[in-house]
């Protein structure tokens, strides 16, 4: 089914959302849980090494039906670990715009004038998770960076957390649309998140960026563009939710739209009502989403919660150091 940047499902929202010294101190501070970690991705348990081998193994592997097959990540939707208290509203450092929002360099087809435009640098993520051997889908999108390769998503959209692993044969198709993939498919180079997160499997950390390959010449951003990225700004922003729910009653072959206001939730995130189902897993929350552009400010990702609410970190100071940390990784 052939589309032409076209109008995405707009939902009807609920909302109108001391210094440590020695090896000791050594030790706790890279054990933190804002501390970054790292992996080379793998394919097939190969570390994915260059581009054209990369992208030949995960062609192999990621066949039309198998792709249909793969299952949504649940956002998890128990009482989650992490700092659900007290409700804080206010930022903890200065607001800070970290990367600015850059469009496409290879032209797009032009946007369809409805609700809400789907954006082609929202996209759907699919990779196989080796501690239950199953193959899962969530969402994510991309951010400008000097290297113009990074997607952002959620951190349990590329490892298992706490006393599990690394997620393998990663990969991110920009637009996926019914099964198809009219910018092309991106493999995973590098994957990075919180320590807080993998170690601690707290949803306060559940954030990543991935670095991807090349496709050809062509880098990611250039294709279809980079969203930009804010920290430390209010938490009750009027902001666009975009993901590809594919629970019940949505499949996973087309982006959803929630727009609304966040709302402070405990200390460490964000929440926001709508009825995103898993599979959106990763999909960002966009500051001033503009239909024109299909460009917005990401803000938070989509992280965990029951199906009508969505739980996502805040985007602070630690955010910041976790993008700049990687937006120069080529």
């Not at 999108?141 to 490892?159: E, F, L, Q």
């Not at 044969?169 to 649309?177: A, S, T």
């Not at 994957?191 to 559940?206: P, V």
């Not at 019940?248 to 929630?258: M, V």
């Amino acid at each position: 089914m052939t589309r032409s940047r076209q109008a995405v499902m707009l939902l009807i929202t609920l909302t109108t959302v001391a210094t440590v010294g020695g090896q000791a101190g050594a030790s706790a501070a890279a054990s933190a849980p804002n501390s970054a970690t790292s992996a080379v991705a793998t394919v097939n348990g190969t570390a994915a090494t260059d581009a054209g081998s990369t992208g030949a193994a995960l062609e192999a592997y990621w066949t039309p039906e198998r792709m249909r097959s793969a299952i949504p990540a649940d956002k998890p939707a128990a009482v989650p670990t992490g700092s659900t208290g007290s409700t804080s509203d206010k930022p903890t450092g200065p607001a800070t715009v970290a990367a600015a929002p850059q469009a496409a360099s290879v032209k797009a087809t032009d946007r369809a004038n409805l609700n809400v435009n789907a954006s082609i640098t929202v996209g759907k993520i699919f990779f196989h998770d080796e501690s239950d051997g199953k193959d899962y889908v969530c969402s994510g999108s991309t951010i400008n960076n000097p290297t113009k390769n990074i997607v952002v998503t959620a951190g349990h959209c590329v490892h298992g957390g706490k006393g599990k692993k690394w997620h393998t044969n990663w990969q991110f198709v920009p637009y996926y649309d019914h099964g198809s993939r009219p910018y092309g498919t991106w493999w995973a180079k590098q994957l990075t998140s919180f320590k807080g997160w993998t170690q601690n499997g707290s949803y306060d950390w559940d954030l990543a960026f991935v670095n991807v390959w090349p496709n050809g010449s062509t880098r990611l951003v250039d294709q279809v563009g980079g969203n930009g990225l804010i920290v430390n700004y209010a938490k009750n922003l009027y902001v666009t939710l975009l993901a590809y729910p594919a629970g019940a009653p949505y499949d996973g072959s087309w982006q959803y739209a929630c727009q609304g206001n966040m709302y402070a939730y405990g200390s460490e995130q964000v929440g926001f009502n709508c009825l995103l189902t898993g599979g959106a897993s990763g999909g960002p929350f966009l500051y001033q989403y503009s239909d024109a552009t299909g460009l917005g400010y990401v803000d938070s990702v989509i992280s965990h919660g029951p199906d009508t609410i969505n739980y996502g970190p805040y985007f602070d100071t630690d955010v910041l150091n976790l993008y700049n940390g990687v937006a120069n990784y080529s």
